[in-house]
Nanobody
Framework: QVQLAESGGGLVQAGDSLRLSCTASGRAFSNRAMGWFRQAPGEEREFVATISSGGARTYYSDSVKGRFTISRDNAKNTVSLQMNSLRPEDTAVYYC?????????????????WGQGTRVTVSS
């Protein structure tokens, strides 16, 4: 079992930056690819970013590419999402997710473990 806890959400203005963190407890964090997803009000959950177990490979959605950066620290069991140049359309609840696999994925169905989410609101 893996427990995930996100932090770092909040209310910011367009153009600001925010850093989300996710702390994992449980087994074999360093053997798990991780991902960030988000869900805006009235919308389905969507992929944001993913990182391989060792951190060498990352992948982003087109909507955040060049603005967001995913990283991980396996010694601290954490994965982070640095969000720059935030836009009102980035407003959502952001979820951290863990896979039982080493490789990245953009599909939410490939992630077995989920955090409770942290809310990000970007005002215009």
């Amino acid at each position: 079992q893996v427990q995930l806890a996100e932090s770092g959400g909040g209310l910011v203005q367009a153009g600001d930056s925010l850093r989300l963190s996710c702390t994992a407890s449980g087994r074999a964090f360093s053997n798990r690819a991780m991902g960030w997803f988000r869900q805006a009000p009235g919308e389905e959950r969507e992929f944001v970013a993913t990182i391989s177990s060792g951190g060498a490979r990352t992948y982003y959605s087109d909507s955040v590419k060049g603005r967001f950066t995913i990283s991980r620290d396996n010694a601290k069991n954490t994965v982070s999402l640095q969000m720059n140049s935030l836009r009102p359309e980035d407003t959502a609840v952001y979820y951290c997710a863990a896979r039982s696999a080493l490789t990245t994925s953009t599909s939410s169905s490939d992630f077995a473990y989920w955090g409770q989410g942290t809310r990000v609101t970007v005002s215009s």
